[in-house]
């Protein structure tokens, strides 16, 4: 009688596997309760897992964002994603743990000595208010664009004083106007040397942080920037613009809208910023899911973070 037939086999599996996925004993606990090896028994659990013997179900509330960040980041080829629960009925408490979550994950990348570049925006503003000055990462925080002083969140300067404070670094400022009045101006904005200095430390940078801009409703921040009546804004859209990206204009594929508005910027330019390593886009609401998509199609992103609704709006 062979007592090692294929049944036996499968049994003696089925137990050890029991022992050790649902009462919890150890491998070293199941070979000496067993009279075998730990190699035997290590072997034995590989073997059912090959055998589809095992499946594990995971209870909890989290499952759900998780699961969304996965189908981000396999739809782009993200590096990373982060999924953030949206507080119902509130924009402003959502917005803030969205900037809790990106900062948090800035907080725990960046080296000592790195370099942060960074956008304007609201999501941007909304790390600084999370970021602990008890940190002390001495790195370096430069503006990414040129900066708008009507708010707080369009005045990089000031966005990045406040996340170097945040980290225990030092911030580098760029004096000049994110929008020039002409392409000449623009020119010779570029060609100063502290703003092509910053520019050039910018494209270098570690990492960078993006707030992604709408360009549709009453909350668009780009208008804040740069102010537009309905007629003009309708226009835009019409055209093709779909969201505001270090102040450009793109369209849906993430490619650079054929307007006079991005001729005449401060900014770095798009194909630098694809260079950065680590560009991270911090987004909250369902209005930025048209704008973030946009990024994200042009490869302007290799890490997002994203409330749950966005998320889920994104992905359609």
Known sequence: M???????????IARVLTLHFQEGLSQAE???NMDLSTA??????????ELGMVEFIIHSPYQRLFELERAIKERWNLDDCVVVESVTGSAENTLDLVGKAAAEYIAKTVNDGGVIAISGGKAVSAIANNLDASEDVPCTVLPLTGGVQSQHYTDVNHLATRLAEGLGGEAVLLHAPLHSDTLAERDL?????????????AANADI????????EGDDATYYEAYP?????????????????????????SGALCDVDLNSRLVSLPLSQAKQIPCRMGVVSGLAKAEPVNAALNGGYLSMLVIDDEAAQALLG
Not at 192 to 201: A, D, H, S
């Open 228 to 252: 537009l009546s309905n007629e003009e804004r309708k226009g835009l859209y019409e055209t093709g613009v779909r969201s505001e990206f270090l102040g450009h204009l793109i369209d849906e």
């Open 2 to 12: 062979n007592i090692a037939g294929p049944n036996n086999q499968q049994k003696l």
């Open 30 to 32: 199941i070979a000496s």
């Open 40 to 49: 035997k028994v290590n072997r034995l659990i590989k073997q059912g897992r």
């Open 208 to 215: 960078a942080v993006f707030g992604v801009g709408s360009v």
């Open 189 to 201: 904005l570029m060609s100063v040397r502290t703003v092509r200095e910053t520019m050039e430390r």
